[in-house]
């Protein structure tokens, strides 16, 4: 199989201009299959930072002069544009973060979904006349406006998917944005800052800083930006925050998850267990927020859900990512696998059962020896208070939990501080609506049906999932605020 593993030249894209180096040195790019360094990536310092707000904040006033309509027709054509160059992005994907080939292809599809939907919206913004009293004289009615110069922040484990949930939507709404992906992730949002500017979008409109925590900062307390929204963990959200507070700036907060799936004995089994254990195990290697993490099972049908598990995981192989037969990509960088493993020895010491991996693969190409992987792992009877059963792994780590009644299933759903996403099989329809409403998660997904897919549906958590909403109409509204207008 040849692979083309050549990346793009990085830049820093300020007001139009494609900058190869940034005040804020040089990152080497390490592609996480190899361990071996890509290529270098410029790092935005806080002057960067100062002359892409600027580039966003002069650029304002063109893009809100343009007509709704016209805004929708770039837009547009970017999602075109993305569908075009899809194979491409696709494979920037895999070379980013180490990604399976087969997991960027529909990511990238699901990014040109949201851009086409939010470019939809961009010309059916409206206000609403509240107060028309003819004997009072007086007209009343709000008009949403946008924010002005909003600051992004990625993370790396789905860039190109959080450029749909929020780049797409600010723009649609009339801002300007000055977009941070994570260092470890240039190559596809290289390729997404040329499809911008094919698009027709001018310059200025979207800018593009890359660098580290340093660089977010910078974003984050810029005067002049008048939003932030965030994709991250929690402790990051904290420092976010505690930023935002100094100017009492908005924020919109995208964090993780420890989403439980509950599975009662009615469910459609063999959907259930491959569904819960591919988006675990095989989903960018267990990096995904919103990952079932927790399978919490009816003791009557735990046993037989162990077996079906352990048959499939024992067909899943970690290798290069551009495999069609691999499905457990690396992870992130040598560091997340040193954390992800000692989270695997703890959770043996606590006395949770390891049924499958836990460890590095011992049979891994040459090319691949020296890559991020961590086998797929399974560990059985998770007591929920245990640090397995409460944080987020960020790892291809599934945990399994047994239940009896209905009540403890609810009470160890809801037994973390996290509240992303939270699943349910069972064919009662009155079980499903008592669950969907006891389970403390700002999504439930009923037998099989998945989040983010479906633009349409507003997505986003509670607890220290973070809040504020991307998609649906809730995720436009998060970049508009409302103007009241009275007129006497
Ligand atoms: P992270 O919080 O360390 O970093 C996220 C981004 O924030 C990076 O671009 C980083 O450079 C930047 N950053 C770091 N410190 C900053 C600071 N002080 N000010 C401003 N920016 C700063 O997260 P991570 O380890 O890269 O990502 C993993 C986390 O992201 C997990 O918890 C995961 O669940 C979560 N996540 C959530 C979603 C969602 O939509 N809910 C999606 C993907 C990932």
Redesign the pocket.
């Known amino acids: 199989m040849t692979v083309d593993l050549s990346v793009p030249v990085v830049h820093l894209h300020i007001g139009g201009e494609a900058r190869t180096g940034g005040s804020g040195g040089v990152h080497q790019h390490v592609y996480p299959a190899t361990g071996e360094v890509q290529g270098p990536v410029p790092l935005a310092g806080p002057d960067d930072v100062d002359a892409a707000v600027g580039a966003a904040h002069q650029a304002y006033a063109q893009w809100r002069a343009w007509r709704p309509s016209e805004r929708a027709r770039v837009l547009r054509r970017l999602g075109e544009l993305m569908e075009r160059d899809a194979a491409e992005i696709a494979r920037l994907s895999v070379l980013d973060n180490g990604m399976s080939a087969g997991m960027s292809q529909p990511l990238v599809a699901i990014m040109a979904n949201w851009t086409s939907y939010y470019a939809g919206w961009a010309d059916k913004v409206e206000g609403r006349v509240t107060s028309f009293p003819a004997n009072q004289r007086e007209l009343g009615y709000s008009m949403p406006e946008p924010y002005g110069v909003v600051g992004i922040?990625?993370?790396?484990?789905?860039p190109v998917?959080?450029v749909g949930?929020k780049l797409i939507p600010a723009l649609a709404a009339g801002n300007t944005v000055v977009m941070?992906?994570?260092?470890?992730t240039p190559y596809a949002t290289e390729h997404l800052m040329g499809l911008v500017k094919e698009a027709g979008i001018p310059d200025g409109i979207v800018n593009l800083v890359l660098?580290?925590?340093?660089?977010?900062?910078a974003?984050?307390r810029h005067p002049l930006v008048n939003k932030v929204s965030?994709?991250?963990?929690?402790?990051?959200?904290r420092?976010?925050l505690t930023?935002c507070a100094e100017s009492l700036k908005p924020a919109v907060?995208?964090?993780?998850?420890k989403s439980a799936n509950v599975l009662f004995p009615d469910a459609d089994l063999d959907t259930a267990v491959a569904v819960n254990a591919f988006s675990v195990l095989g989903t960018l290697a267990g990096?995904?927020?919103?990952i079932p993490s927790r399978m919490i099972v009816h003791n009557d049908i735990y046993d037989d859900v162990a077996d079906r598990v352990l048959a499939i995981v024992s067909g899943m192989r970690c290798g290069d990512p551009f495999d069609p037969a691999t499905l457990i990509s690396p992870v992130?960088t040598r560091e997340?696998r040193q954390r992800i493993l000692a989270m695997i020895d703890r959770a043996q010491t606590d006395g949770a059962k390891l049924l499958a991996g836990g460890r590095v693969p011992d049979y891994l190409s040459r090319e691949c020896s020296d890559g991020f992987f961590v086998e797929p792992t399974v560990f059985g009877d998770v007591e929920p208070d245990s640090e397995l059963g409460q944080i987020?792994v960020?790892g291809p780590v599934l945990s399994l939990m047994r239940f009896e009644t209905e009540e403890q299933a609810i009470a160890i759903a809801n037994s973390t501080e996290y509240g992303?996403a939270a699943y349910v099989y069972t064919k009662d329809i009155d079980r499903v609506q008592r669950l969907v409403s006891a389970l403390d998660a700002g999504g439930v997904y009923v037998n099989g049906a998945s989040p983010?897919t479906g633009c349409e549906l507003a997505?986003?958590?509670v607890g220290i999932?973070?809040y504020g909403r991307?998609g649906g109409e809730e995720g436009l509204f998060e970049f508009l605020r409302t103007k009241a207008v009275g007129i006497a």
């Open positions: 922040i990625l993370t790396w484990n789905g998917v959080s949930m941070k992906p994570s260092e470890l660098g580290g925590p340093e660089t977010g900062d974003l984050v965030f994709t991250g963990g929690p402790a990051t959200a420092k976010i930023r907060l995208e964090l993780g998850g990096q995904g927020c919103a992130v997340a987020e960020f992303l983010v997505f986003g958590g999932s973070g991307e």
